[in-house]
């Protein structure tokens, strides 16, 4: 957890959000759903999840954001439609910065730097 009070605020109201909004499909232990690998029927896939064993890592904080708030549909591509609803009714651009400090926090400070390198870059 990092020491900066204010960060640590926002990873708390982050996480409190997540519980609220995302954790139903994601899992309470960012976990994602089970065969999250495998296509759904729809051609779809399961909620992935958000701890270092998933792909959210492997995309900048810019993609991040905006899949969350505009919704998977606006980032995946049209073979592989996607079931991530939109939040940016729901929740404030901040709120949604919050979201993304959480999950990137319960990463491991390995994936945390490689995360980072792709930020510097801003590649998907």
Excluded at 68 to 81: E, I, L, T, Y
Excluded at 112 to 124: A, C, D, M, V
Aim: aromatic share 8%; charged share 25%.
């Amino acid at each position: 957890m990092p020491s900066d009070p204010s960060r640590r605020a926002a990873i708390a109201r982050g996480a409190a959000l997540y519980a609220e909004h995302c954790a139903s499909c994601h899992g309470a232990r960012l976990e994602g759903q089970p065969n999250w690998k495998r296509r759904l029927a729809d051609g779809s896939y399961p909620a992935p999840p958000h701890d270092e064993t998933g792909h959210t890592w492997h995309h900048p904080d810019s993609l991040l954001f905006a899949i969350v708030k505009r919704g998977g549909a606006d980032a995946a591509p049209s073979s592989s439609p996607s079931r991530m609803p939109a939040f940016g009714e729901k929740l404030s651009d901040g709120d949604i910065w919050m979201v993304v400090e959480f999950i990137k926090s319960r990463w491991p400070e390995e994936i945390r730097r490689e995360q980072e390198q792709i930020n510097r870059k801003g590649s998907h």
